[in-house]
T-cell receptor, first 115, second 113 residues
Framework: GAVVSQHPSWVICKSGTSVKIECRSL??????MFWYRQFPKQSLMLMAT?????????EQGVEKDKFLINHASLTLSTLTVTSAHPEDSSFYIC???????????FGQGTRLTVV | GESVGLHLPTLSVQEGDNSIINCAYS??????FIWYKQESGKGPQFIID?????DKRQGQRVTVLLNKTVKHLSLQIAATQPGDSAVYFC????????????FGTGTRLTIIP
């Protein structure tokens, strides 16, 4: 199947700093990628839809200025958590669909810990 | 609002037995469903999918059943193995060409040796 690579797999940062997470589709082109957030023992919550060459679409309640998304190429989307705070600590996961009514492939996830 | 949900948050099954994980959905217009498996600290992994024009689909040791009448989806895992221990999510693909997935709350499956 298709491969989506997410980097880094874990990161620890200080409060107030910014962290960038990369999501790459390795063997297919993805005009759309999705970014999710997952708290312990909870489901995946969609944060935003990353659109290649245009602005991301954010879900209600997600601060676009805090979670910056860039999708500059057909194989790379990045999520930058700006001015991170301890409450931003979570598991962030990206996915890339391979088409309508087909499976979406997920990255390995990034464990962010803000201290 | 409409949502995809699961009946049971946890399920323990003896190794070798069959397991059934259930999912209820409320958007009758949804036309595609996927089951994912998520192991601790990892991203979801595709297991099996089904389109709304089908009521059953089989894979290797897994079967998905779709009952559109009662808006119910289930995942059956045959002859469970320790490696099946994980959280299982059903996901719903809304209609009209939208690739966005809505995830259920998840069921933690524990296989007892």
């Amino acid at each position: 199947g298709a491969v989506v690579s997410q980097h880094p797999s874990w990161v620890i940062c200080k409060s107030g700093t910014s962290v960038k997470i990369e999501c790459r589709s390795l063997d297919f082109q993805a005009t759309t990628m999705f970014w999710y957030r997952q708290f312990p023992k909870q489901s995946l919550m969609l944060m935003a839809t990353s659109n290649e060459g245009s602005k991301a679409t954010y879900e209600q309640g997600v601060e676009k200025d805090k979670f910056l998304i860039n999708h500059a190429s057909l194989t790379l989307s990045t999520l930058t958590v700006t001015s991170a705070h301890p409450e931003d600590s979570s598991f962030y996961i990206c996915s890339a669909p391979t088409g309508y009514m087909t499976e979406a492939f997920f990255g390995q996830g990034t464990r962010l810990t803000v201290v | 609002g409409e949502s995809v949900g699961l009946h049971l948050p946890t399920l323990s099954v003896q190794e070798g037995d069959n397991s059934i994980i259930n999912c209820a959905y409320s958007n009758s217009a949804s036309d595609y469903f996927i089951w994912y498996k998520q192991e601790s600290g990892k991203g979801p992994q595709f297991i099996i999918d089904i389109r709304s024009n089908m009521d059953k689909r089989q894979g290797q040791r897994v079967t998905v059943l779709l009952n559109k009448t009662v808006k119910h989806l289930s995942l059956q895992i045959a002859a469970t193995q320790p490696g099946d221990s994980a959280v299982y999510f059903c996901a719903e693909n809304p209609p009209f060409g939208n690739e966005k997935l809505t995830f259920g709350t998840g069921t933690r499956l524990t296989i007892i040796p």
